[in-house]
C-alpha cells in the first residue's frame, strides 16, 4: 500500500515538472494547444477535403524516439496551411492564433506504432511567390514544449530551388516529400525524428 501511494506521488511530481526549454524561440507554436476538448488521434481530417475537393492530399508517416528506429507514442502534431490561392482562411469569428493561422489546421497524436495521417487540400504558394508552397508543422512531446519542425515542401515546386534547399536546418528529419498519385489523392509520406537538429534538445 505504501509503495502505491509513493507511486501516486511520483507522477504527481513527474506530472508538475516544468516542460524542457528546447528548440529555440516560436512565434506561434502555442496554436498547438488550441484543439480545445476535441480528442486527439492518430488521424485527423481537415476542412475541405472531401470526395468532390480539387486536389485531395493525404500526408502519412512515423513518428521516431531520437534513436530513428523506436516508434514514439503520445506525440501530438500541428499542421496548418493555406488554400490554393496561397491564403490562410478564414470566417471571420476565428480565435486565437486561429486569426493568422486560418482554418485549414488540424492535430494528431500518436499510438504505440507512431503513425500519423493528415487529410487536406494540396496548399497554393502565397501570391507573392517568395517562397515554396509549405505546410507548418509543430510537435509536442509529453515532457518538452513545442517546437517547429522544417515545414512541408514538394518535390517538383519551382519555387524549391538549390538555395532554398540548402538553406533547410531539416529539424526532425527533412520536410522535402516527394508526391506520389492514388487515385484521385495527392499522397506524401515523411518521417520524423524527434529531436534531431533540435537546438537545446535532450533525449527523454
Known amino acids: 500500500m505504501l509503495s ?6 511520483d507522477n504527481r511530481e513527474a506530472q508538475q515538472q516544468p516542460a524542457r526549454q528546447v528548440g529555440g524561440p516560436c512565434e506561434g507554436c502555442e496554436a498547438l494547444h488550441e484543439y480545445g476538448d476535441k480528442q ?3 488521424t485527423d481530417t481537415l476542412p475541405g477535403f472531401h470526395p468532390e475537393a480539387q486536389a485531395k492530399l493525404k500526408i502519412t508517416g512515423t513518428v521516431y524516439l531520437p534513436d530513428g528506429k523506436t516508434p514514439a507514442p503520445d506525440i501530438i502534431l500541428y ?3 493555406t488554400d490554393e490561392t ?3 482562411p478564414t470566417k471571420g469569428d476565428e480565435k486565437g492564433w486561429a486569426r493568422r493561422h486560418g482554418y485549414l489546421r488540424g492535430w494528431i497524436k500518436t499510438g ?12 497554393g504558394t502565397y501570391p507573392s511567390r517568395s517562397e515554396p508552397a509549405h505546410i507548418h508543422i509543430t510537435v509536442k512531446e509529453p515532457d518538452k514544449n513545442e517546437y517547429y519542425l522544417d515545414d512541408f515542401l514538394f518535390e517538383g515546386d519551382p519555387l524549391l530551388t538549390p538555395k532554398v534547399r540548402q538553406e533547410r536546418p531539416e529539424r526532425g528529419g ?6 506520389q498519385r492514388q487515385g484521385n489523392t495527392f499522397v506524401v509520406n515523411r518521417d520524423i525524428t ?9 533525449p527523454r
Open 79 to 81: 499542421i496548418y496551411h
Open 194 to 202: 524527434l529531436g534531431l537538429h533540435i537546438p537545446d534538445y535532450t
Open 174 to 179: 527533412s520536410g522535402i516529400v516527394a508526391i
Open 112 to 123: 504505440a506504432d507512431g503513425r500519423y495521417t493528415f487529410y487536406t487540400t494540396k496548399p
Open 86 to 88: 496561397g491564403l490562410y
Open 40 to 42: 486527439l488521434t492518430p
Open 4 to 9: 502505491t501511494s509513493c507511486q501516486a506521488q
